[in-house]
């Protein structure tokens, strides 16, 4: 008893030690004095911080984050370029940001520090002495801090408004070593829980608003204090634009407005949402929160944004209980804890969307994903106006996986593509975890959100909380969610092979890659009641349950595992039904779909072409795909049209990304009353690329083109050829620089030859740029008649009829002026149009005023029995949009100066791409 007595008292003072060393909150007091006109703040700081680990320091990081915006490139800077946004890379240096270090003091003593060589937001000091465990250094900092524009990352300073966070210096965290990160606009800086006091100079009236506790001195002097915070947040504004509510015992502080709904019915919603919260999360730390709008810009809701606004297919009151309900969720995890959101983000990020999902099933459960959409003829009885608005979390999570776009759920958040961190990891995090939820029971997961919640609130524990949650309260085996779901990207396929019946009992054989992964199998009888079975550790594939007389069967029957097809999970007693859909849809796994497409298209020899595809694609892209279109053409008086057929092949483990294969044909005219065919096959192996924030795409391929042409009787020129191409493409995009190489040869009887193409570009300005392309083409050997496959200086035969010429075989006229680079690549109408031995040509263009540019080419052309001739051209550009719309006025060239020559409007040439899709995909980058 008395030993029991000692180790109890001993494990009591060893606790409240424990408590001690991580209650300890490092403190700052900062001196702040706000000159609006400079944008900049003028701040003296005072900084204690404890060592709250167990290992002695020599050296102390800070972070300052506000300094990331000196330059363009810092990690910031290059962070911009890789989502394709170049307005800070070409902002003007009085819009950008800077700290700038007046003194830095210890303890009264000035030291020396350096900021880190390529992550200029952190600094490093050297101690003269080793900070010990539990001890305690004071710092001192006197700096100017110029405020950046709001227009990089939305903090910042713009109309009339200064939008605050991460603008000060403050210590960096010390767990397992120091955990060092660099702003790159993700707003997840892991910081020390830390007590604040703030006396605020403002040098004219503003309404002041932030997270911690305000006292209002006079109109220009303000106190803000706080306790235990871990995410600092300071509005000044020069309107009142936050509101002020008052719910559940909480200050909510907010900007997020927008919907005129009434402050009291604003006022019941928000307590209904923070009594929702606090069910999965317990009870908020503080008694003010502060919940910025710049958090929902930055996090919005995915289905409201897709939906034009003149639709306004929502409610106003449940577009704003939803938009405050994310967003509060959002900070009340931010204000509350401190976690490793780079490292550890997955549960993080994922409980908002948790709580989200669980609060419309609730309180909206009959709202669409489509909203009142979904009731217009016409378009309910689609698959998609039929989907609830919680759907939306698998359609997000399934675009990754269709596109072999996945990555693990712990993945670090800095590596992550925009739209896995943005949307399909923060779905597929809420689907898994309501897959565990229906598994555990016992609203076991639900507990286990809370308890890592209380746990990141008292001691920094990241998502072990919830892993050791799970284990102390189940006796059923979760590894499988954590290795097989959590941390690994592998495809998930569940399928029903056949199922025999058997007098009142029935054999299921099933199939799965993920043998550890436990099974929901739902059984749908004629009364559409439902059996629910759990399959787990089968050894066997095959599973005898009773027969209920159910009709359908199904793996996964809640789509809760993203899977890419769940066509397979079904089984049933009738054949599926067919249906015809005019416009795109999601894939509905209870019906076969064929998308009936109306297209009309133009070219010269056809006329209007009025034609109909059948296929089976829809929304996302299917491993196989079919597609006819069979046409009209006006002009021509005659039946038109195309196929393919086009198999994909996604790869998780290996180099290979993915290949592809399949055949095509089509049948048009190429000239008045005569037409082509052309029957191809093709394959192609598409390799990953090492970086997926900034992918390169390179691929091998080939293709088998055969054509059959219809010439006029007096024509010399061949009718009948096939050609094989072996090619290489190498693409790396960039904002600023942007590399593209491919090489290619091109085999048939007659003659072969080999091509490769270099272009290179590069921003040199916000709206001007330099552009280089290199061609360097050669015949192997060439026993042709004529120049119909030879290389071109300006206009080529498209003999593999490849080009989207409008007309391709004018030869006067204005759509003879229609140009396309490829080739030779000039401009003007060259004295030597063809080249049969070989050809190589330079083609140079620079920006000199927005899409006002200057072109150049050069060029050497080599033809069999003739000397080598030297080309060249130069003149205007007008780059409205790059490959799509075109204008270049020739000036100078071979011809002399062209500028000044009869007939002048003829040599002007136009670049027009009318391929919506192309032109969609443009504006899409960064993506």
Same mark, same amino acid.
């Given at each position: 008893m008395a030993q029991f007595i000692s180790n109890l008292k001993f494990s009591i003072l060893f606790t409240f030690f424990i408590l001690q060393i991580n209650g300890q909150n490092d403190k700052i007091s900062m001196n702040?004095?706000?000159?609006?006109?400079?944008?900049?703040?003028?701040?003296?700081?005072?900084?204690?911080? %404890?060592?709250?680990?167990?290992?002695?320091?020599?050296?102390?990081?800070?972070?300052?984050?506000?300094?990331a915006f000196s330059d363009v490139n810092s990690p910031l800077g290059k962070r911009f370029l890789?989502?394709?946004?170049?307005?800070?890379?070409?902002?003007?240096?009085?819009?950008?940001?800077?700290?700038?270090?007046?003194?830095?003091?210890?303890?009264? @003593?000035?030291?020396?520090?350096?900021?880190?060589?390529?992550?200029?937001?952190?600094?490093?000091?050297?101690?003269?002495?080793?900070?010990?465990?539990?001890?305690?250094?004071?710092?001192?900092?006197?700096?100017?801090?110029?405020?950046?524009?709001?227009?990089?990352?939305?903090?910042?300073?713009?109309?009339?408004?200064?939008?605050?966070?991460?603008?000060?210096?403050?210590?960096?965290?010390?767990?397992?070593?120091?955990?060092?990160?660099?702003?790159?606009?993700?707003d997840n800086l892991y910081t020390n829980t830390t007590d604040y006091s703030i006396n605020?100079?403002?040098?004219?009236?503003?309404?002041?608003?932030?997270?911690?506790?305000?006292?209002?001195?006079?109109?220009?002097?303000?106190?803000?204090?706080?306790?235990?915070?871990?995410?600092?947040?300071?509005?000044?504004?020069?309107?009142?634009?936050?509101?002020?509510?008052?719910?559940?015992?909480?200050?909510?502080?907010?900007?997020?407005?927008?919907?005129?709904?009434?402050?009291?019915?604003? &006022?019941?919603?928000?307590?209904?949402?923070?009594?929702?919260?606090?069910?999965?999360?317990?009870?908020?730390?503080?008694?003010?929160?502060?919940?910025?709008?710049?958090?929902?810009?930055?996090?919005?809701?995915?289905?409201?944004?897709?939906?034009?606004?003149?639709?306004?297919?929502?409610?106003? +009151?449940?577009?704003?209980d939803i938009r405050m309900l994310q967003t509060l969720s959002k900070s009340f995890l931010d204000q509350s804890i401190q976690t490793n959101t780079i490292r550890n983000n997955w549960l993080r990020e994922g409980i908002p969307y948790y709580i989200l999902y669980d609060y419309v099933q609730k309180f909206y459960p009959e709202k669409k994903l489509i909203g009142t959409i979904s009731k217009i003829w016409g378009i309910k009885s689609f698959y998609f106006s039929q989907l609830g608005f919680n759907d939306r979390y698998l359609l997000g999570a399934q675009y990754s996986t269709h596109y072999n776009m996945n990555q693990p759920l712990n993945t670090p958040m800095d590596s992550l593509t925009n739209f896995n961190r943005e949307v399909a990891n923060r779905f597929k995090t809420v689907l898994l975890m309501k897959y565990l939820d229906e598994y555990l029971g016992d609203s076991i997961v639900k507990n286990g959100v809370k308890s890592f919640f209380e746990k990141n609130k008292i001691n920094e524990k990241d998502n072990e909380a919830f892993k050791h949650y799970l284990a102390e309260n189940t006796s059923k085996n979760v590894d499988w969610?954590?290795?097989?779901?959590?941390?690994?990207?592998?495809?998930?396929?569940?399928?029903?092979?056949?199922?025999?019946?058997?007098?009142?009992?029935?054999?299921?054989?099933?199939?799965?890659?993920?043998?550890?992964?436990?099974?929901?199998?739902?059984?749908?009888?004629?009364?559409?009641?439902?059996?629910?079975?759990?399959?787990?550790?089968?050894?066997?594939?095959?599973?005898?349950?009773?027969?209920?007389? @159910?009709?359908?069967?199904?793996?996964?029957?809640?789509?809760?595992?993203?899977?890419?097809?769940?066509?397979?999970? %079904?089984?049933?007693?009738?054949?599926?039904?067919?249906?015809?859909?005019?416009?795109?849809?999601?894939?509905?796994?209870?019906?076969?779909?064929?998308?009936?497409?109306?297209?009309?298209?133009?070219?010269?020899?056809?006329?209007?072409?009025?034609?109909?595809?059948?296929?089976?694609?829809?929304?996302?892209?299917?491993?196989?795909?079919?597609?006819?279109?069979?046409?009209?053409?006006?002009?021509?008086?005659?039946?038109?049209?195309?196929?393919? +057929?086009?198999?994909?092949? %996604?790869?998780?483990?290996?180099?290979?990304? %993915?290949?592809?294969?399949?055949?095509?044909?089509?049948y048009y005219h190429y000239k008045p009353d005569l037409a082509y065919r052309s029957l191809s096959f093709w394959g192609n192996l598409n390799f990953k690329s090492d970086n997926v924030r900034q992918p390169t795409y390179n691929n091998l391929g080939y293709t088998l083109l055969l054509i059959d042409k219809e010439i006029e009787l007096s024509a010399s020129e061949v009718n009948k050829y096939n050609i094989l191409l072996l090619k290489y493409n190498y693409n790396r995009p960039r904002m600023v620089e942007n590399f593209s190489f491919n090489t290619e040869i091109e085999i048939e009887k007659s003659f072969s030859k080999l091509s490769s193409e270099l272009k290179f570009r590069r921003l040199i300005g916000e709206n001007q740029q330099f552009e280089m392309r290199l061609f360097i083409g050669s015949f192997l050997h060439n026993s042709t008649n004529g120049d119909y496959f030879s290389f071109a200086t300006n206009r080529p035969t498209d003999y593999l009829f490849r080009y989207n010429y409008i007309g391709q075989s004018e030869s006067s006229g204005l759509l003879s002026q229609?140009?396309?680079?490829?080739?030779?690549?000039?401009?003007?109408?060259?004295?030597?149009?063809?080249?049969?031995?070989?050809? &190589?040509?330079?083609?140079?263009?620079?920006?000199?005023?927005?899409?006002?540019?200057?072109?150049?080419?050069?060029?050497?052309?080599?033809?069999?029995?003739?000397?080598?001739?030297?080309?060249?051209?130069?003149?205007?550009?007008?780059?409205?949009?790059?490959?799509?719309?075109?204008?270049?006025?020739?000036?100078?060239?071979?011809n002399g100066w062209e500028i000044g020559q009869d007939d002048y409007l003829k040599k002007i040439r136009f670049v027009l791409t009318a391929d919506l899709k192309s032109i969609i995909g443009y504006f899409r980058r960064g993506s």
């Open positions: 702040v004095v706000l000159s609006s006109e400079n944008k900049t703040l003028l701040i003296s700081e005072k900084i204690t911080y %404890y060592n709250r680990s167990q290992t002695p320091l020599n050296t102390i990081y800070f972070h300052d984050w506000n300094h890789e989502n394709y946004n170049n307005k800070f890379f070409f902002s003007a240096e009085k819009n950008r940001g800077y700290t700038n270090i007046k003194n830095f003091l210890i303890n009264g @003593e000035s030291v020396i520090w350096k900021r880190e060589p390529h992550h200029i937001d952190q600094i490093e000091i050297q101690l003269s002495n080793l900070l010990q465990p539990n001890e305690s250094i004071e710092f001192q900092i006197d700096y100017v801090v110029k405020i950046p524009d709001d227009k990089f990352t939305k903090y910042g300073v713009g109309n009339d408004a200064f939008n605050l966070k991460y603008w000060y210096i403050l210590p960096a965290v010390y767990r397992d070593g120091w955990q060092l990160q660099s702003h790159l606009n993700l605020l100079h403002l040098d004219s009236p503003y309404d002041v608003q932030s997270n911690l506790n305000i006292e209002k001195n006079d109109s220009l002097n303000f106190e803000l204090t706080g306790k235990d915070v871990t995410d600092l947040e300071l509005i000044l504004s020069k309107t009142k634009e936050l509101e002020t509510f008052y719910a559940a015992n909480l200050e909510i502080v907010t900007n997020l407005n927008g919907f005129e709904i009434g402050n009291q019915l604003k &006022t019941d919603l928000l307590t209904r949402q923070i009594n929702f919260i606090s069910d999965y999360l317990g009870k908020f730390p503080h008694h003010k929160i502060l919940v910025n709008k710049i958090v929902y810009e930055k996090n919005p809701i995915y289905g409201f944004n897709q939906v034009p606004n003149f639709l306004r297919p929502f409610p106003d +009151v449940f577009e704003w969610f954590f290795l097989d779901l959590i941390n690994s990207k592998k495809k998930i396929d569940l399928k029903i092979n056949k199922i025999k019946l058997d007098k009142d009992s029935l054999q299921i054989q099933f199939k799965s890659n993920c043998e550890k992964l436990p099974i929901s199998l739902t059984g749908i009888n004629t009364e559409n009641k439902k059996s629910v079975y759990w399959i787990e550790n089968f050894d066997s594939r095959t599973l005898k349950l009773p027969f209920k007389n @159910e009709h359908t069967w199904c793996l996964n029957c809640d789509q809760l595992i993203p899977e890419e097809n769940f066509k397979n999970n %079904y089984k049933r007693d009738k054949a599926k039904k067919i249906r015809i859909n005019l416009i795109n849809d999601f894939e509905d796994p209870e019906k076969n779909q064929i998308l009936l497409e109306f297209k009309t298209f133009y070219n010269y020899y056809d006329g209007i072409t009025l034609g109909a595809s059948f296929s089976n694609k829809n929304i996302f892209r299917k491993p196989l795909e079919v597609r006819i279109s069979p046409s009209y053409s006006t002009k021509s008086n005659d039946l038109t049209g195309s196929f393919s +057929v086009n198999y994909t092949k %996604y790869f998780d483990n290996l180099y290979l990304n %993915y290949i592809n294969s399949g055949t095509s044909g089509s229609q140009f396309i680079m490829n080739d030779g690549g000039f401009k003007s109408e060259m004295p030597v149009k063809f080249a049969n031995q070989w050809m &190589t040509s330079m083609n140079l263009s620079i920006g000199l005023w927005k899409w006002f540019e200057s072109y150049t080419d050069l060029g050497f052309a080599k033809n069999k029995n003739t000397n080598t001739y030297f080309l060249h051209d130069n003149g205007i550009r007008f780059n409205f949009i790059q490959n799509y719309v075109e204008l270049y006025f020739p000036v100078y060239s071979n």
